[in-house]
């Protein structure tokens, strides 16, 4: 599943995807389900990895696995480090394709709560999710999107069988932001690598490359039956 304005083709409303968007994700797997195509198990990465933690902690969703990889547990640690250091590179690079999008809603005639003149003045994520991110979505401001989109605080809601699979090294976030177990549900399964960044985990690198997540998210699921 594209997340909107992520297939190539544009996305025409002013509202986008955020870290706690289950609506999109939803109606996929009801359409899937009423065509008789399950799903048995879900993947989900990075911010889709947040939205489909929320989503499973809403309801029991009848997946045989869930599986999220590299999910920013806490957005404002999140941001805080994706403002410092090597970091920032990530950040730029990301906001630098959401201004490119916002810049092209607002070339269709699309209402935003900035002007693109404004635009250009929010260099990190902190600011950008306080003047666009919260307030198209409904959130009251930044701290209250981060707190309620945060997907550490619903992972002892999660009743699917679900597997997290993070490095210690994310670039996107301080080692301190990983839940402890206690924070956990018994549904779920966290599983830390020492190294791998944001859905990396390449080893071997540059003679023999190993792909990591290629082999054991296919392991995962390799048992499932409906």
Known sequence: ???RGCSGEPNRLPQSYHAAHTRDLDIVVGHLRAR?????????ISIGASCLLHWLAEARRGLKLAVAVSPPFDLSCAAAR???GFSRLYQWHLLRALKRDLRAKAARGVALPVTTAELETLR?????DDRVTAP?????????YYHRASPRRVLDRILDPTLILHALDDPFLEPGAVPGPEA??????LELARRGGHVGFVGGWPW???YWLEERIPAAL???RP
């Open 36 to 44: 008789g195509e399950g799903p048995l198990a879900v993947v989900g």
């Open 82 to 84: 994706l403002n410092r």
């Open 136 to 144: 198209l979505h409904g959130f009251a401001g930044v701290d209250d």
């Open 222 to 224: 390799a048992d499932l």
């Open 1 to 3: 599943m594209h997340q």
């Open 208 to 210: 023999r490359p190993r």
């Open 184 to 189: 956990l549900s018994p549904a779920v399964t």
């Open 124 to 128: 990190d994520f902190r600011r950008f």
